[in-house]
Structure formats: C-alpha cells, structure tokens
T-cell receptor, first 112, second 115 residues
Framework: GEDVEQSLFLSVREGDSSVINCTYTDSSSTYLYWYKQEPGAGLQLLTYIFSNMDMKQDQRLTVLLNKKDKHLSLRIADTQTGDSAIYFCAETRTGGGNKLTFGTGTQLKVEL | DTGVSQDPRHKITKRGQNVTFRCDPISEHNRLYWYRQTLGQGPEFLTYFQNEAQLEKSRLLSDRFSAERPKGSFSTLEIQRTEQGDSAMYLC?????????????FGQGTRLTVV
C-alpha cells in the first residue's frame, strides 16, 4: 500500500536483534499490526498495538510506536533462522470496517 | 473449525476465461475480506462483507470482478474475462466484527496465473 512504507530487505546474524521499520501517513490509524508471511503459508499475526500506546512487548517481540512521526518498528530479540520470512506492517483506520492497509513488506534473512 | 480455507490453491487459466474462487471463513466470524497480493507487494484490500452484505469495494475491483456471500457463510470471488494483470495471490480473511482489535485470520490464498 502506498500509504504504508517499509524497507525491502534486512539481513542479520543468528542471535542478533532485528529491527524492522515502517512509516505510515494516515493520522486516523487505530491499530497497527505486524504480520509474518512464510513461503507457502498464510499471513500470521505476530502482534499489534493500539495507536495511543508507545510500546508493547510480547516475549521476543517489542513494538515501538512514534505517533508524532508516524513510525512503527518491530524488534525481534535473539533472531533465529526460523524468523526468516517477509514481515508486513499494517493498519486499520477509524470507520474503515477493520480492513487492513499493508506495507510492501520487509524480507528478513537470518544467517548463521 | 480449522481456520479459513480457500479453494482452489492454484489456478492457471487462459486469458479471457472466467474463474471463480471460494473462501470458507471461520464459522462464527461475521466479517469476510478479500485481498489481492502481487509479487513483491503487500496485500491490497478488494472488498468485505458483514454477514451477507457487501459493505465496501475498493477501486481495484473493476467491473470484471464480483464477490458474493449469499448466506453469510462462504464467499465466492469471480473474475470475468481474465487478463494477465489479474495474475496474483487472492487472499481471504475473516474476523469477528465490532471490536477493532479482533484478529483477522487469513487463508492460504488462491494463486491465479493467467497465460
């Protein structure tokens, strides 16, 4: 989606932290989401954050939201080879029927 | 209930033919969404239903596309007179509508190739 942007690729070593970034433009975003897509598999919801929160932590995942700059990030601690996938940020908007607007996706490659 | 299922998983068709895809949502979910994903892009919203009512259609949904959800359960997406540009993964998702933070569950998609 042209309203949600992400960098295309990220490569990290196993055990390091990964940080995937996303910027969005619509100020009426209500919830922001991170999805994971592996080859041949459907989209899997990893975590989400309400737009009036700054941070959410869920095991190895930390989401940071800077609403002023419309910037969202996903940090994966202790990245494993099984984390290799495409990660999409997405948003829902007020009055939008809960439909998701996705970013272009960031391909994460975890190297040994 | 094993989740959202889509049929077929793959479809190859000749340009100009009509195709129809089916989505079976999670049974208690009243909202059903169709998205399209082309290579290297994120999914793009096409349309959604609340029960049997189609509440919104994207500008991406040309006149050749039609979606139905006749009994508020499964849904079909038909593409008439297919074009090569229709080649994509068509994803279906369902959720329980109402609260904003209910999770949308996605099917594995139908990959359409128009030759």
């Amino acid at each position: 989606g042209e309203d949600v942007e992400q960098s295309l690729f990220l490569s990290v070593r196993e055990g390091d932290s990964s940080v995937i970034n996303c910027t969005y433009t619509d100020s009426s975003s209500t919830y922001l989401y991170w999805y994971k897509q592996e080859p041949g598999a459907g989209l899997q919801l990893l975590t989400y954050i309400f737009s009036n929160m700054d941070m959410k932590q869920d095991q190895r995942l930390t989401v940071l939201l800077n609403k002023k700059d419309k910037h969202l990030s996903l940090r994966i601690a202790d990245t494993q080879t099984g984390d290799s996938a495409i990660y999409f940020c997405a948003e829902t908007r007020t009055g939008g029927g809960n439909k998701l607007t996705f970013g272009t996706g960031t391909q994460l490659k975890v190297e040994l | 209930d094993t989740g959202v299922s889509q049929d077929p998983r793959h479809k190859i068709t000749k340009r100009g033919q009509n195709v129809t895809f089916r989505c079976d949502p999670i049974s208690e979910h009243n909202r059903l969404y169709w998205y399209r994903q082309t290579l290297g892009q994120g999914p793009e919203f096409l349309t959604y239903f609340q029960n049997e009512a189609q509440l919104e259609k994207s500008r991406l949904l040309s006149d050749r596309f039609s979606a139905e959800r006749p009994k508020g359960s499964f849904s079909t997406l038909e593409i008439q007179r297919t074009e090569q540009g229709d080649s994509a993964m068509y994803l279906c998702a369902s959720r329980q509508g109402g609260a904003e933070n209910t999770e949308a569950f996605f099917g594995q998609g139908t990959r359409l190739t128009v030759v």
